[in-house]
């Protein structure tokens, strides 16, 4: 019957548009969860390097303690350089790279490198904020495939509902009263077969004929 090879279409439909939902959605977090972590464990090491540096300029002021503050700097430095990831990093470390060991000794230096650090932080603030935008860009991209998806998915439901309601619900309610009134004594009330689908046209004539040949 075509009837059942629409319910059948219907329900596997269904079962499709609900599979490709799940999965869509599975996807987009893959995606998006390790890339925008890569980024920002990246971004937060050269912002750590960042603080070390500062740090060590303002303490390496201690004569005494100078050298082991200039070690730490290195070593902040070092992680910079092994860390670069955005545009305008190596500018910046290269300055630094080149004037840091003078800087502890000369305060005009110092300010240079300073401002030199700072920029470095800010270009990977910059990095992360423009991360969280693209994370926040594709989450609301995946929000509204799945919210487009679950109305096709909805519209199957309501097509769904009404070819079942109009090809086996009514039909069935209409046998059930027809049979019901004959046995209450109305033995002429036969199915309406007018303006009916194919398939319960032929289910109400049947019913209709056997009714007949009763009386």
Same mark, same amino acid.
């Not at 100078?66 to 700097?73: L, P, S």
């Given at each position: 019957?075509k009837?059942?090879h629409?319910?059948?279409?219907?329900?596997?439909?269904?079962?499709?548009?609900? /599979?490709?939902?799940s999965?869509?959605?599975?996807?987009?977090?893959?995606r998006?969860?390790?890339?925008?972590?890569?980024?920002?464990?990246?971004?937060?090491?050269s912002?750590e390097?960042?603080?070390?540096?500062?740090?060590s300029?303002?303490?390496?002021?201690? !004569?005494?303690?100078?050298k082991?503050?200039? !070690?730490?700097?290195?070593?902040?430095?070092?992680?910079?350089?092994?860390?670069?990831?955005?545009? @305008?990093?190596? !500018?910046?470390?290269?300055?630094?790279?080149? =004037?840091?060991?003078?800087?502890?000794?000369?305060?005009?230096?110092?300010?240079?490198?300073?401002d030199?650090?700072?920029? /470095? @932080?800010?270009? =990977?603030?910059?990095?992360?904020?423009e991360?969280?935008?693209r994370?926040?860009?594709?989450? =609301?991209?995946?929000a509204w495939?799945?919210?487009?998806?679950?109305?096709?998915?909805f519209?199957?439901e309501i097509?769904?509902i009404?070819?079942? @309601?109009?090809?086996l619900?009514?039909?069935?309610?209409e046998?059930?009263?027809?049979?019901?009134?004959?046995?209450? @004594?109305?033995?002429?009330?036969?199915?309406f077969t007018?303006?009916?689908?194919?398939?319960?046209?032929?289910?109400?004539?049947?019913v =209709?004929?056997?009714?007949?040949k009763?009386?």
């Amino acid at each position: 019957m075509k009837f059942s090879h629409s319910v059948y279409l219907g329900a596997w439909l269904l079962i499709i548009f609900n /599979l490709l939902m799940s999965f869509g959605a599975v996807w987009l977090f893959v995606r998006m969860s390790p890339a925008i972590d890569d980024i920002i464990i990246r971004n937060e090491k050269s912002l750590e390097a960042c603080e070390d540096m500062l740090v060590s300029l303002i303490k390496g002021d201690d !004569e005494y303690r100078q050298k082991v503050f200039i !070690e730490r700097f290195e070593k902040a430095l070092g992680i910079a350089k092994n860390n670069i990831t955005e545009k @305008g990093e190596d !500018e910046a470390i290269k300055f630094i790279a080149e =004037n840091y060991l003078e800087s502890f000794s000369n305060k005009e230096i110092k300010s240079h490198v300073v401002d030199k650090i700072s920029v /470095l @932080g800010n270009i =990977n603030r910059i990095a992360m904020d423009e991360a969280n935008i693209r994370a926040q860009k594709i989450g =609301n991209g995946g929000a509204w495939s799945i919210v487009f998806m679950s109305a096709i998915i909805f519209l199957i439901e309501i097509i769904l509902i009404k070819s079942i @309601g109009r090809n086996l619900i009514r039909p069935m309610n209409e046998v059930y009263e027809v049979i019901k009134s004959y046995k209450n @004594g109305d033995i002429y009330r036969r199915c309406f077969t007018v303006n009916q689908p194919k398939e319960v046209t032929k289910l109400f004539e049947t019913v =209709n004929d056997h009714l007949d040949k009763i009386d």
